[in-house]
């Protein structure tokens, strides 16, 4: 067998309950024998600064190598305010940079948004794919991952509590992982 795809996990929060990093747990637990999910960390980068772009902070560099190293990328992130975190857009900035240096340059992506609230974070997913056009970076359409209600999503130990939320996140994971066969670069 291939060895499994390398998938970036970026979450867009850095609360130590939080919800997106529950789901990209959850999701890494049962993400398919294709499929190796590792959430890479965003909370110890800098604020993104152009000046730097001729010698980055340490940090930033070896978050742009993880990225680089990854075979696709999936985004799991709240909506702050109807648009991205400044966390998640700043590590975007951050491995985009220097200008023709990107480090998302064609990768496959997946994008989900969870939220407590009712709409699932909707205007955070469009807002996020809106940047994933100009990187470059093949979105999976179908199917659409706008996780509401979260709040009633996990039990105490993380763990999923209704069969059906498995269910789609079960879908999701496929999809995503025939997408990537369609659009991501050959195994290197
Ligand atoms: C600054 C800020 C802005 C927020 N704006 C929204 C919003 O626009 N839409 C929404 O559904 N939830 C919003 N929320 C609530 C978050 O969805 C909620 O705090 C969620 O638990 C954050 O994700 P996390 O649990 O992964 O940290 C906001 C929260 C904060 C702190």
Not at 37 to 58: F, H
Not at 126 to 149: D, I, K, T, W
């Amino acid at each position: 067998m291939a060895a499994p795809r390398r998938v970036a996990v970026v979450v867009g929060s850095l609360r130590k309950d939080s919800l997106n990093r529950k789901m990209a747990k959850a999701l890494a637990a049962m993400a398919p024998p294709t499929l190796s999910l590792e959430i890479v960390e965003i909370g110890q980068l800098p604020l993104y600064n152009q000046d730097d772009d001729a010698s980055p902070p340490p940090a930033s560099v070896a978050f742009k190598e993880k990225i680089a190293g990854a075979d696709a990328v999936l985004f799991v992130t709240p909506e702050y305010n109807r648009s991205v975190p400044g966390v998640l857009k700043n590590a975007i900035d951050i491995a985009s940079r220097p200008y023709g240096k990107s480090a998302w340059d064609g990768k496959p992506a997946g994008v989900m948004s969870v939220s407590p609230g009712a709409i699932g974070g909707f205007g955070a997913n469009h807002h996020l794919r809106q940047s994933l056009v100009f990187l470059n970076m093949p979105a999976l359409q179908q199917p659409e991952a706008y996780v509401g209600g979260a709040g009633d999503l996990f039990d105490e130990s993380g763990g999923l509590k209704k069969p059906e939320t498995k269910k789609f996140l079960d879908s999701f994971l496929a999809a995503f992982a025939a997408w990537i066969e369609r659009t991501a670069k050959a195994p290197g």
